[in-house]
C-alpha cells in the first residue's frame, strides 16, 4: 500500500510551516497530514476543511517547526536544579553534586526528575533529548511514559563512587534488553568522559559499542585542565587517544567540544561525529565557548544542548539558540553564524549530531511527525522580518502553544494532555526541601 | 501627616517579598501596603486579611520583587526589530538603520514603536526603562499613557541626517518643557556618541546639562574601532577626552562602556557615572564584553541594559540577566559575579546607575511602588533552592503575573489592564509590511 493511501489519524493546517528541508521551504497556508505517527505530505491549500473524523490542529496565524532537540542533557538530574550556582566545575563536581549523587542515586530520583524535565521540555519546544545519567532505565520509562522522544545514554563514571565497575556491562546488557519495548527510546552508551574511567575500561566501551551497534555518547575537552593533563599523562591530546581505541569508527556524541586544537577540528570534522554546543552551561561554569563555526566549516554536525538543570539552570534551548549565536558572533564576528544556521542546528543539523536525522529533524514525508504549533501574537514576537531571526532571537519557550511526538500530542494551547503536571510538581517540590536539607548536611557536617 | 496614618490604596499580600534592601531582606508571608502610588510598609504576617475597601493583590505562593531596571533602550524603534540581522555595527547603522530611520523618523513610528516596546516590557517585568530616541516627547507621552516609568533622553546625532544641528536646543527647550507635566517620565539630554556629535556641539550640550540639571545618558567605548579613532585624533582616551569637557561633573549614563583601560575603569568608579552593561546587543553586534566585574570593584554602579530590539532583539531583562552573568563567569571566571549581584544591577544598583535609587529600586518603605508578581509554579522554577539563582538562571518572561508602576496595575493574571493590546500588535503588523517593503527599496534601489 502506497504510503498516501494510508488513513490520515491528524491534520496540522492553516499556519506557516518551517521545513528545514534541505531548500529550506516554507510554506504558507500549511497542511500537514500524519498517518501512524509519520508525516504523510506537506503542502500548502488555502480555504483547507479539516476532514471530519481526524484530529485537527488549527495552526492559522502560528509557525509549524520541527520539534527542537536538545544534544545533551543529565535529565535525571532535574531536582538538583541550581543545588550550587557560581561555582567552578571541579569544586561543583566533586563537593555538591558528586555527594549528593552518591545519596540520591536511585530509580525514584531519576524518574521524577527527569518527569520534571519531560515538562520543562515538552512545554518549550523539544520533542527530542539525548540523555546521559545513571539510572537510565527509569529515564527511558519516564520518556516514554511522558510521550516525548530519547536517546538514554546509560553512563558509567568511575570516580563517582556510584556504580562498582565490575557490574557495569552486566547491568548494560540488561538496560539495553529492557528499552526495547519504549517505541520512542533510542538505547545508547554513555562512558562520561576520557577521565571519568580507566584506559582498560573505555576500550571496552568501545567494543562493547561495536559488539552492540550503539552510539556513543560522551563529555569531550571541556575544560584546559582535561586537555592538558591527557596531553601530559598520554603524550596525546584527547582526539588523538581516543582515535587509538577507535572511537571515531563509532558513531559518536560528543560533548561541549570547547579544548580543540586546528588539527583536533579538522580530525573531527571528516568523521561521522556528531558535538554538542553547550554554551549557557560552558559560560556558567567559566569554561569556554566551542568552536562551532570552526566545527561546522570543517564538516562536523552540530547541535544545541542546554546540559543539565544543575549547570544552566534551565532546559529551555530558545534560550540556549539565543545565547548561543549571540556568543558565536562575539567570538567569529558578526554574520558567521547567521540565525538561519542556528535554526539548523536546533533541529535537522541536530538530528544528524544525534545520528536520527533518517528519523526526525525537519517536517517531510516520511518522517516521523514531532513537530511544535508556535503562537507568534506576543509583543516580542512583533513585527517579524525573517522568520530564523524571531525564532533566534525573539522567541520566547511561552510562544509554544502545541507539541507533536510522533503525532501525538502532548500539550496542547499550552496544556498538558497526558501527565498530572500539578501531582509531578508537587512531589518535585517535596524533594526539593529534603534535598537542601541534605546538601547543607554534607556541606556541614557535625 | 504621619505617612503611616495615610489612606491605604492597595496592598500586596501572602508572598515572598525580595526587597533588595541594603541588608538583602526576604521577607515571607508579606504584606505590602500602598498609599498615592508610594510603599507605605513591608512586614510579615501570617493569616492576613486583607482590609475591604482596598485593592488587594493576592501574591500567596508567590515571589514579589521590585520592578526590573532596563538602563538603556531605544523603545521608538522597536518596530524595526530584527530589521537587518548578523551584520556588522557599522553596516547595520549606516546601511540599514539610519536610512530606515531618515525616512521613518516620526512622531507615529516612535509612538506605536514605545507602545509596543511597553506592552514587551510590562509583560516581561520592567517598570522603569531609560531610553534614548528621536522625538522623546512621543516616548514620553506613551510611556505615561502605558502607565510604565521612564526617563526619556532626547538623543542628537549629527551624521544621521535625521535633524539639523541648529534647531536642536531650541527643541530642547519644548521638549523638557512639555514633558513636565508626564509623572512617571524624566527627561534627560541624550547626545549619541562622542563620534556622533562635534566636539562643538558635545561642549554646548555638557553646558546645557548643567544649566537645566539634566543628566546626560549617551553611548561609550561601544568598539575597538571608537576607542582608536579617537585616540588618534584627540591623543586621548574617550574617557579622559569627556574629562578634559566637564562630562564627569554631570550625572551622567553611559551605555556599553566596552573599550576601557585599567585607568578608565578606576577613573570612572570613582566618579557618579552609571554603566550599562548591554551583553545581548554586545555580543550579536560582535562588539566585546563590558568589563562589569572590574567596574563594580571599583565603585561603579552597573545597570543591565537590553539596548534597541533592532540589535537583540527583544526586550526581556530575564534573559539579558542570564545571559550576562553567565558572560561574566566567561571573563572573570564563575562566582565573580553571583546571581544575588545580578540581581541587584537589575533593581537596586540599577536604580543607582541612573540616578533615582532615591525613587525606586527596592521595595521599602518611601519608595514607589513599582513592584512585580512572579508566578513560580512553572516547571522551570521548581524546585529552587536560591531564590536569586531561580531569578538569574531559570527565571522567564512569561512568569512575571502582575506589573504595577507607582501603585498603578498595569498587568494583572497577563491580562493588560489599561489598554488595547490587540490594537497596538495589529497596528504594528501592518506597519511591519510597510517597513519590510521599504527596507527591501532602500537596499535595492532601481
Known amino acids: 500500500m502506497n504510503s498516501k493511501d494510508k488513513k490520515i489519524d491528524s491534520v496540522v493546517w492553516g499556519g506557516t510551516v518551517i521545513t528545514m528541508d534541505a531548500s529550506l521551504s516554507v510554506i504558507s497556508d500549511s497542511v500537514i497530514t500524519i498517518s501512524d505517527g509519520k508525516i504523510q505530505n506537506v503542502f500548502s491549500q488555502k480555504s483547507f476543511n479539516p476532514p471530519t ?109 556510584v556504580e562498582k565497575a565490575s557490574e557495569v556491562f552486566q547491568k548494560f546488557d540488561s538496560f539495553f534488553k529492557e528499552i526495547q519495548k519504549y517505541k520512542l527510546v533510542t538505547g545508547a552508551l ?41 596531553k601530559t599523562e598520554r603524550g596525546v591530546t584527547p582526539i588523538e587517544w581516543f582515535d587509538s581505541i577507535g572511537l571515531w569508527e563509532k558513531r559518536t556524541v560528543c560533548a561541549h567540544s570547547i579544548e580543540l586544537s586546528s588539527s583536533d577540528i579538522s580530525f573531527l570534522g571528516e568523521r561521522n561525529v556528531g558535538i554538542v554546543y553547550n554554551p549557557e552551561s560552558n559560560l556558567k561554569l567559566g569554561n569556554g565557548i566551542c568552536p562551532v563555526v570552526e566545527l561546522r566549516e570543517a564538516g562536523a554536525a552540530v547541535s544545541f544542548g542546554t546540559d543539565g538543570t544543575a549547570s544552566n539552570n534551565n532546559l529551555d534551548l530558545f534560550r540556549e539558540v539565543d545565547f548561543g549565536t549571540k556568543v558565536q558572533a562575539f567570538k567569529y564576528g558578526v554574520g558567521k553564524l547567521p540565525a538561519r544556521e542556528s535554526v539548523k542546528m536546533l533541529t535537522i543539523e541536530g538530528a544528524k549530531a544525534l545520528h536520527l536525522d533518517h528519523l526526525v529533524g525537519s ?12 503562537d507568534i501574537s506576543s509583543p516580542h514576537a512583533v513585527p517579524i522580518y525573517d522568520w530564523y531571526s524571531y525564532l533566534v532571537y525573539s522567541a520566547s519557550q511561552g510562544d509554544v502553544r502545541d507539541t507533536m511526538v510522533a503525532g501525538k500530542v502532548l500539550m496542547k494551547n499550552r496544556q498538558m494532555l497526558h501527565c498530572d503536571e500539578k501531582q509531578i510538581l508537587d512531589e518535585a517540590r517535596r524533594w526539593g526541601i529534603q534535598i537542601k536539607e541534605l546538601n547543607s548536611k554534607l556541606q556541614n557536617p557535625r
Open 53 to 161: 473524523g481526524v484530529e485537527s490542529i488549527d495552526a492559522r496565524g502560528c509557525l509549524v517547526m520541527p520539534g527542537l532537540i536538545n544534544g545533551h542533557t543529565h535529565a535525571g538530574m532535574t531536582l538538583l536544579r541550581g543545588i550550587a550556582d557560581d561555582l567552578p566545575l571541579y569544586d561543583w563536581l566533586q563537593k555538591h553534586i558528586f555527594p549528593l549523587e552518591r545519596k540520591l542515586g536511585n530509580q525514584e530520583f531519576v524518574s521524577l526528575g527527569t518527569k520534571l524535565a519531560c515538562l520543562e521540555m515538552i512545554r518549550s519546544g523539544t520533542t527530542l533529548f539525548n540523555d546521559m545519567y545513571y539510572f537510565e532505565e527509569a529515564t527511558a520509562k519516564t520518556a516514554d511514559e511522558m510521550g516525548i522522544r530519547a536517546i538514554c545514554g546509560q553512563t558509567y563514571v568511575e570516580i563517582s563512587g
Open 363 to 374: 517536517l517531510e514525508a516520511g518522517k516521523s511527525a514531532d513537530l511544535i504549533v508556535m
Open 190 to 230: 554513555a562512558p562520561h568522559s576520557i577521565y571519568g574511567l580507566s584506559e582498560k575500561l573505555w576500550k571496552e566501551m568501545v567494543a562493547y559499542a561495536g559488539q552492540n551497534d550503539l552510539m556513543i555518547h560522551t563529555h569531550l575537552c571541556e575544560t584546559k585542565e582535561e586537555v592538558e593533563r591527557i
